[in-house]
């Protein structure tokens, strides 16, 4: 048997590498090797994070008797859904259309056309809660295959072309205005859960994009109904379960309505996301809470998540070894039973800190452990006293055997943590942290991107990984780098968004406006992939959307604002339906409506009045706005690295902000006082 995976950069496959089932990665060879063999292909989707995933690859993967069997009868093929989300993103959709549901670990049997026949998710290893086994899944497709080949065919050839009648026709919707997004907010009202936060049921995950959009709501309209939902269910996921009271960051998801247990994998999408959302809502209110775990988000994933390269790792585990058995379960890490914080803190501080973190006899979690919480009528602590506590728990689970790391690099993934740090440290006035997003951006720019700007999707130990970057990587990454320009006045920045949102304007674009997932010339899979839904992450599209108006509103330049407004098209025609599931969309229409606004501070760099009134601009609240700086235009009028800052002036040779929307300019104002009123900011 040959090792397929050794030289993989993904540790999703690395991790697969020794199993018995003879894997191949996601290539050509593959197909021709079923072909050759007149045998299905099996798919197995997954991601180093996913519990189930692991589970399944103990259960069957690692079994003897179930990887001859698919050796034997299949060729099977091994894809990370975080290094391949084009793959992914087909086969789930047919995976949901066939089924109801999706999921990982996702399982898909092929032709060796690539054309999906049966599917599934996770199959136990025997027969459970009205699942298949694996082995009775395995042996009735290879039943069909050989018995039944034309109506394997025939279905696969169904499927096709029901994937293909899915065909989006969003090009002829308007654009988005004040119309569809107060729509949008009344529809997201009906699913709101008033008494927990969020929206839906169990499992709730943290609804990032839906927040930002009723933070700029409120900042565009005056909205308190936008702000209060944003406010509480902040709040709720804050002191529930699902962020770590202890080491800062969230989880991917709660398993219940309250956030009581998380899912405890940790995303950096999710962090990052989360990371500026409470950073922006601090913005909006002032509130302590918000800013605390704004930068204890941050601390996490520069801690926890950052590589040596500068970069930032894709996740943290959800399991890892539970000292007292040395199995791998879910949550070891994190839960505490009140034995072990009497042990840890002594009685007195012990019980203190149960009270304090709800820890209970009975638990929270499993076997008598709690997920540590926040309860808004727990016990108050003076802050030397809570430090203390806090620290020498850190001490005691840093002992723990630590979940594993997928250490690739995404690029999306690394342009929202960009944009969160870098907003941080100018917020905050933390210059560590845009210190972390710089070398960040240096490390996508040195490694991912190449000669023509194109970008790769994964690194792995500052070795590109050989997959082409996909729409989200183009969005997030030039947005990433559009919120570095403002912060540190660094034009560079600005220069390589341009080279991105180009390329989405030359490779990515239809011709109606719409966006697809993946470039003109990337691998023809059955289906191009093209969704303007969010799932965790912001959609591709209207990422890119969101980059393409910021550049525009940067450079004045009209092809590029016009070619956002024709992506947020799909905005006009899914924002009052569908408004969860499109909320990054809502973020960038409200922007669109707004203006967006465009400030450029002007001032000698090292005068600290510059510095408060780029300071003041940023912490402006106008959904969108973009911010220049620099010193006062050169000699030939020309704003420098800046556009924005073409023909600006000092006013009584003291440094000056000027801000313009909708091709009109305020009054030109040196006072911070003055400049935040144009902005809507709050001045914390």
């Known amino acids: 048997m040959v090792n397929r995976l050794a030289d993989a950069t993904s540790p999703y496959l690395l991790q697969h590498a020794e199993n018995p089932v003879d894997w191949w990665q996601w290539v050509p060879e593959a197909f021709e090797e079923a072909r050759r063999r007149n045998v299905p292909v099996l798919l197995s989707v997954g991601y180093s994070a996913c519990h189930w995933c692991h589970v ?70 025997e027969p459970r809660h009205g699942m298949p086994s694996f082995a009775q899944v395995l042996e009735g497709v290879r039943t069909a295959w050989v018995g039944r080949p034309e109506e394997v065919a025939e279905v696969a050839q169904r499927i096709v072309r029901d994937l293909a009648g899915r065909q989006l026709d969003y090009g002829k919707a308007g654009v988005p205005g004040p119309e569809e997004l107060a729509g949008a907010l009344l529809g997201l009202t009906r699913e709101y859960d008033a008494v927990r936060g969020g929206f839906g049921g169990a499992p709730k995950f943290p609804p990032s994009m839906v927040l930002e959009f009723l933070l700029r709501h409120h900042a565009r309209t005056g909205s308190e109904g936008a702000l209060q939902m944003a406010v509480d269910t902040c709040e709720a996921m804050a002191r529930g379960g699902i962020y770590d009271q202890l080491g800062g960051g969230f989880a991917r998801y709660s398993v219940d309505r309250d956030w009581v247990v998380p899912h405890f994998e940790k995303m950096l999408y999710d962090n990052a996301l989360l990371c500026r959302v409470y950073a922006h809502l601090w913005r909006a209110t002032g509130s302590e809470l918000a800013r605390r775990v704004a930068l204890e988000t941050a601390d996490f994933m520069v801690r926890e998540l950052r590589t040596e390269q500068g970069g930032f790792a894709s996740a943290l585990d959800a399991d890892s070894e539970d000292p007292a058995s040395g199995k791998h379960v879910e949550g070891a890490y994190y839960a505490w039973t009140p034995e072990q914080f009497a042990e840890v803190l002594g009685e007195d501080d012990g019980a203190l800190a149960q009270a304090y973190f709800g820890v209970t006899q009975e638990g929270t979690f499993e076997h008598g452990a709690s997920v540590l919480q926040l309860h808004r009528d727990g016990p108050a602590l003076d802050a030397e006293r809570l430090a203390g506590i806090k620290e020498r728990l850190l001490a005691s689970r840093a002992q723990r055997p630590a979940p594993g790391r997928d250490d690739k690099v995404v690029a999306a993934w690394n342009g929202l943590a960009i944009a969160a740090l870098a907003e941080c440290g100018a917020y905050f006035e933390r210059p560590d942290l845009v210190e972390r997003a710089t070398e960040a951006a240096d490390l996508l720019v040195r490694v991912h991107m190449d000669g023509s700007a194109r970008l790769a999707r994964t690194s792995r130990d500052g070795r ?114 569908a408004p969860r599931f499109i909320g990054h969309g809502l973020a960038v229409a409200e922007a669109l409506v707004d203006g967006p606004r465009e400030v450029a501070v002007v001032g000698h760099p090292d005068d600290p009045a510059r510095a408060a009134l780029h300071r003041t601009a940023l912490l402006g609240t106008a959904p969108g706005a973009v911010v220049a700086v620099g010193p006062p235009r050169a000699a030939d009028g020309s704003g420098g690295e800046f556009p924005l800052l073409a023909e600006r002036t000092l006013v009584r040779d003291l440094p000056t902000a000027y801000v313009c929307r909708h091709f009109v300019c305020a009054r030109p104002t040196t006072e911070l006082v003055e400049l935040a009123d144009q902005l809507g900011a709050v001045r914390p």
């Open 56 to 125: 399944m690859a103990h259960e069957s993967f690692e079994d003897e008797s179930t990887a001859a069997f698919m050796n034997e009868h299949f060729v099977n093929v091994k894809v990370d859904r975080e290094e391949r989300p084009d793959i992914d993103a087909v086969y789930m959709e047919a995976v949901q259309a066939a089924t109801g549901q999706g999921g990982w670990p996702m399982t898909v049997f092929l032709t060796p056309d690539a054309e999906p026949f049966y599917f599934g998710t996770y199959f136990p290893p």
């Open 464 to 577: 590109v990984g050989t997959n082409a970057g996909v729409l989200e990587d183009y969005g997030d990454v030039a947005e990433g780098f559009l919120a570095l320009a403002s912060v540190t006045g660094e034009g560079v920045w600005l220069e390589f968004a341009g080279f991105l949102v180009d390329l989405v304007m030359a490779r990515f674009t239809a011709e109606d406006g719409s966006l697809y997932d993946t470039a003109h010339d990337a691998e023809r899979l059955i289906r191009r992939p093209q969704d303007p839904t969010d799932t965790a992450a912001p959609s591709g599209w209207t990422a890119a959307a969101g980059a393409l108006l910021s550049y525009a509103a940067h450079t004045g330049s009209q092809p590029h604002r016009t070619a956002a407004e024709r992506a947020l098209a799909v905005v006009h025609a899914l924002g009052p339906r």
